[in-house]
């Protein structure tokens, strides 16, 4: 049972974090950029959107 986990966790590494992936939207991307990227854009846009949830700490570097 532990060569099964150990071969299962190497081909999903391998899936997840160096497989190049052509599906819907991906463009080529591995699943771990595709989760960054819209990750990073849904934050953007909430401080776009809703800039007075944005920090002191934050505001501060802005001006």
Do not use: C, D, F
Request: aromatic share 12%.
């Amino acid at each position: 049972m532990e060569t099964t986990n150990y071969k299962y966790a190497l081909w999903l590494t391998h899936y997840n974090y160096h497989r190049r992936h052509w599906g819907l939207g991906m463009h080529g991307l591995i699943p771990a950029q595709k989760i960054t990227q819209t990750l990073l854009q849904s934050t953007a846009n909430e401080l776009i959107i809703n800039p007075q949830k944005v920090t002191g700490t934050l505001q501060s570097y802005k001006a």
